[in-house]
Protein backbone atom coordinates (compact mmCIF):
# COMPACT_ATOMS: atom_id res chain seq x y z
CA UNK A 1 0.00 0.00 0.00
CA UNK A 2 2.97 1.95 0.52
CA UNK A 3 2.74 2.81 -3.62
CA UNK A 4 -0.41 4.67 -2.48
CA UNK A 5 0.80 8.15 -1.47
CA UNK A 6 3.70 7.98 -4.37
CA UNK A 7 0.87 7.79 -7.08
CA UNK A 8 -0.96 10.99 -5.29
CA UNK A 9 1.87 12.37 -4.66
CA UNK A 10 2.35 12.46 -8.50
CA UNK A 11 -1.22 13.62 -9.30
CA UNK A 12 -0.87 16.23 -7.51
CA UNK A 13 2.28 17.15 -8.59
CA UNK A 14 0.86 17.01 -12.66
CA UNK A 15 -2.21 19.05 -11.30
CA UNK A 16 -0.22 21.39 -10.35
CA UNK A 17 2.15 21.81 -13.44
CA UNK A 18 -0.50 21.15 -15.36
CA UNK A 19 -2.13 24.44 -13.78
CA UNK A 20 1.32 26.47 -14.23
CA UNK A 21 1.52 25.45 -17.74
CA UNK A 22 -2.04 26.80 -18.66
CA UNK A 23 -1.17 30.28 -16.35
CA UNK A 24 2.20 30.55 -18.43
CA UNK A 25 -0.01 29.51 -21.50
CA UNK A 26 -2.77 32.05 -21.16
CA UNK A 27 -0.41 35.14 -19.72
CA UNK A 28 1.52 35.96 -23.02
CA UNK A 29 -2.18 35.92 -24.81
CA UNK A 30 -2.93 39.15 -22.06
CA UNK A 31 0.56 40.74 -22.48
CA UNK A 32 0.73 40.90 -26.22
CA UNK A 33 -2.70 42.64 -26.63
CA UNK A 34 -1.85 45.77 -28.52
CA UNK A 35 -2.19 49.30 -26.53
CA UNK A 36 -5.00 51.14 -27.45
CA UNK A 37 -7.65 48.10 -28.16
CA UNK A 38 -11.48 48.91 -27.49
CA UNK A 39 -13.40 45.94 -27.48
CA UNK A 40 -16.13 46.16 -29.67
CA UNK A 41 -19.95 45.88 -28.70
CA UNK A 42 -21.10 44.05 -32.11
CA UNK A 43 -21.57 40.18 -31.46
CA UNK A 44 -19.41 39.14 -34.86
CA UNK A 45 -16.02 37.89 -35.87
CA UNK A 46 -14.42 41.48 -35.47
CA UNK A 47 -13.78 41.67 -31.95
CA UNK A 48 -11.54 44.36 -31.61
CA UNK A 49 -10.69 47.65 -32.94
CA UNK A 50 -9.03 51.61 -32.53
CA UNK A 51 -11.09 53.88 -31.05
CA UNK A 52 -10.02 57.17 -32.24
CA UNK A 53 -11.16 61.09 -32.53
CA UNK A 54 -11.34 63.44 -35.04
CA UNK A 55 -12.64 67.29 -35.33
CA UNK A 56 -14.52 67.78 -38.99
CA UNK A 57 -16.99 69.75 -40.68
CA UNK A 58 -19.91 68.27 -41.50
CA UNK A 59 -20.34 67.86 -45.40
CA UNK A 60 -23.57 65.42 -45.85
CA UNK A 61 -25.97 63.10 -43.85
CA UNK A 62 -28.51 60.41 -44.73
CA UNK A 63 -30.52 59.63 -41.74
CA UNK A 64 -32.43 57.10 -42.90
CA UNK A 65 -29.00 54.96 -43.83
CA UNK A 66 -27.25 56.57 -40.70
CA UNK A 67 -24.32 57.95 -42.32
CA UNK A 68 -22.23 61.14 -41.89
CA UNK A 69 -19.56 62.14 -44.16
CA UNK A 70 -17.33 64.42 -42.54
CA UNK A 71 -14.02 66.70 -44.52
CA UNK A 72 -10.80 66.18 -41.25
CA UNK A 73 -8.34 68.81 -40.92
CA UNK A 74 -6.21 67.78 -44.04
CA UNK A 75 -9.35 67.91 -46.47
CA UNK A 76 -10.15 64.16 -46.33
CA UNK A 77 -13.22 62.90 -46.46
CA UNK A 78 -14.52 60.29 -44.59
CA UNK A 79 -18.22 58.64 -44.27
CA UNK A 80 -18.85 56.98 -40.92
CA UNK A 81 -21.89 54.85 -39.87
CA UNK A 82 -23.25 56.57 -36.70
CA UNK A 83 -24.20 53.93 -34.35
CA UNK A 84 -27.71 54.16 -32.49
CA UNK A 85 -25.90 54.99 -28.91
CA UNK A 86 -25.32 58.19 -30.60
CA UNK A 87 -28.76 59.88 -30.72
CA UNK A 88 -28.27 63.23 -31.66
CA UNK A 89 -27.53 62.69 -35.05
CA UNK A 90 -30.81 64.55 -36.37
CA UNK A 91 -29.39 67.43 -35.02
CA UNK A 92 -26.85 67.52 -36.72
CA UNK A 93 -26.63 69.80 -40.15
CA UNK A 94 -24.39 70.20 -42.84
CA UNK A 95 -21.94 73.11 -41.97
CA UNK A 96 -21.38 72.50 -38.49
CA UNK A 97 -17.88 71.89 -37.25
CA UNK A 98 -18.34 68.83 -34.60
CA UNK A 99 -15.88 66.50 -32.60
CA UNK A 100 -16.82 62.25 -33.57
CA UNK A 101 -15.50 59.83 -31.40
CA UNK A 102 -15.78 56.48 -33.39
CA UNK A 103 -14.09 53.05 -34.36
CA UNK A 104 -11.24 52.73 -36.91
CA UNK A 105 -12.29 50.66 -40.06
CA UNK A 106 -10.33 47.58 -39.31
CA UNK A 107 -8.43 45.25 -41.99
CA UNK A 108 -9.68 41.54 -41.94
CA UNK A 109 -7.93 39.70 -44.38
CA UNK A 110 -5.27 41.76 -47.13
CA UNK A 111 -4.29 39.76 -49.82
CA UNK A 112 -1.49 41.10 -53.38
CA UNK A 113 -3.21 40.78 -56.05
CA UNK A 114 -2.93 41.30 -60.40
CA UNK A 115 -4.74 44.80 -61.28
CA UNK A 116 -6.27 42.91 -63.88
CA UNK A 117 -8.00 40.65 -61.02
CA UNK A 118 -11.15 42.64 -60.49
CA UNK A 119 -13.10 41.87 -57.70
CA UNK A 120 -16.47 43.52 -57.31
CA UNK A 121 -17.39 45.88 -53.88
CA UNK A 122 -19.15 42.90 -51.37
CA UNK A 123 -21.36 43.76 -48.12
CA UNK A 124 -22.20 41.58 -45.83
CA UNK A 125 -22.93 42.36 -41.81
CA UNK A 126 -21.29 40.53 -39.61
CA UNK A 127 -22.36 38.46 -36.86
CA UNK A 128 -25.51 37.34 -38.96
CA UNK A 129 -26.60 33.74 -39.70
CA UNK A 130 -27.70 32.95 -43.01
CA UNK A 131 -31.45 34.14 -43.90
CA UNK A 132 -31.62 35.86 -40.94
CA UNK A 133 -32.31 39.55 -40.66
CA UNK A 134 -29.42 41.22 -39.37
CA UNK A 135 -29.41 44.24 -36.38
CA UNK A 136 -29.48 47.54 -37.68
CA UNK A 137 -26.24 48.45 -35.48
CA UNK A 138 -23.94 45.15 -36.51
CA UNK A 139 -20.90 45.73 -38.28
CA UNK A 140 -20.65 46.00 -41.77
CA UNK A 141 -17.57 43.94 -43.59
CA UNK A 142 -16.76 45.02 -47.05
CA UNK A 143 -14.70 43.32 -49.78
CA UNK A 144 -13.05 45.23 -52.47
CA UNK A 145 -10.22 45.00 -54.91
CA UNK A 146 -7.77 48.05 -53.93
CA UNK A 147 -4.84 49.73 -54.61
CA UNK A 148 -2.27 50.47 -51.67
CA UNK A 149 -2.18 54.29 -51.32
CA UNK A 150 0.11 54.01 -48.39
CA UNK A 151 1.74 51.59 -45.61
CA UNK A 152 2.38 52.95 -41.56
CA UNK A 153 3.97 49.59 -39.82
CA UNK A 154 4.78 52.03 -37.21
CA UNK A 155 1.13 53.29 -36.94
CA UNK A 156 -0.81 49.59 -37.81
CA UNK A 157 -2.37 51.83 -40.65
CA UNK A 158 -3.04 50.95 -44.59
CA UNK A 159 -4.71 53.39 -46.81
CA UNK A 160 -6.39 52.05 -49.53
CA UNK A 161 -7.85 53.84 -52.43
CA UNK A 162 -11.28 52.37 -53.36
CA UNK A 163 -12.94 51.62 -57.14
CA UNK A 164 -14.39 54.87 -56.61
CA UNK A 165 -11.73 57.32 -55.50
CA UNK A 166 -12.36 57.45 -52.02
CA UNK A 167 -9.33 56.62 -49.65
CA UNK A 168 -10.05 54.50 -46.63
CA UNK A 169 -7.67 53.45 -43.57
CA UNK A 170 -7.44 50.87 -41.95
CA UNK A 171 -6.21 49.10 -38.98
CA UNK A 172 -4.29 46.47 -39.27
CA UNK A 173 -3.24 44.29 -36.18
CA UNK A 174 -0.34 41.74 -37.91
CA UNK A 175 2.56 43.43 -38.66
CA UNK A 176 3.87 40.88 -41.24
CA UNK A 177 0.49 41.96 -43.36
CA UNK A 178 2.12 45.54 -43.70
CA UNK A 179 5.41 44.46 -43.87
CA UNK A 180 4.34 42.51 -47.06
CA UNK A 181 2.90 45.79 -48.66
CA UNK A 182 4.46 48.78 -50.31
CA UNK A 183 2.46 51.70 -51.71
CA UNK A 184 1.34 50.45 -55.56
CA UNK A 185 0.53 47.18 -54.65
CA UNK A 186 -3.22 45.83 -55.88
CA UNK A 187 -5.01 44.23 -53.02
CA UNK A 188 -8.05 42.73 -52.20
CA UNK A 189 -9.33 43.45 -48.54
CA UNK A 190 -12.00 42.67 -46.40
CA UNK A 191 -12.36 45.18 -43.91
CA UNK A 192 -14.90 46.60 -41.54
CA UNK A 193 -16.63 50.03 -41.78
CA UNK A 194 -15.83 52.80 -39.50
CA UNK A 195 -18.63 53.56 -37.00
CA UNK A 196 -19.21 56.42 -35.18
CA UNK A 197 -20.15 56.36 -31.28
CA UNK A 198 -20.82 59.82 -30.48
CA UNK A 199 -20.93 63.45 -31.91
CA UNK A 200 -20.17 66.31 -29.90
CA UNK A 201 -22.36 69.26 -31.58
CA UNK A 202 -20.75 72.83 -31.63
CA UNK A 203 -21.68 75.30 -28.68
CA UNK A 204 -24.10 78.00 -29.77
CA UNK A 205 -22.75 81.24 -28.71
CA UNK A 206 -25.24 83.31 -26.22
CA UNK A 207 -25.54 86.49 -28.14
CA UNK A 208 -23.95 89.30 -25.65
CA UNK A 209 -26.01 91.57 -23.43
CA UNK A 210 -26.41 94.96 -24.27
CA UNK A 211 -23.98 97.48 -22.18
CA UNK A 212 -26.00 99.42 -19.70
CA UNK A 213 -25.19 103.06 -20.23
CA UNK A 214 -24.14 105.19 -17.13
CA UNK A 215 -25.70 108.78 -17.24
CA UNK A 216 -23.56 111.30 -17.73
CA UNK A 217 -23.57 115.33 -17.44
CA UNK A 218 -26.50 117.31 -15.69
CA UNK A 219 -28.49 114.02 -15.85
CA UNK A 220 -26.40 112.70 -13.57
CA UNK A 221 -27.31 114.75 -10.52
Known sequence: MKFIPALLCTAWFTVLCGGMAVAQDTKPAQDTKPAAITVLGD???VMYGRSAKIKATVEA???DAREITLKGPKGRLITLRVKARARNLPQVQVGDEVIVRYYESVGLQVRKT???DAAPLEETTAGAEPGQT???DAAKLFTIAAYVEAVSPKEKTLTLKRPDGNLVDLYVRDPNVL???TAGDNVVATYTEAAAVSIEL???KEKP??????PTGASAQ
Do not use: F, G, Q
Not at 209 to 214: A, E, L, N, Q
Open 43 to 45: ASP
Open 61 to 63: IDL
Open 114 to 116: EAS
Open 134 to 136: PAS
Open 179 to 181: ESL
Open 202 to 204: PKK
Open 209 to 214: KPKKRR
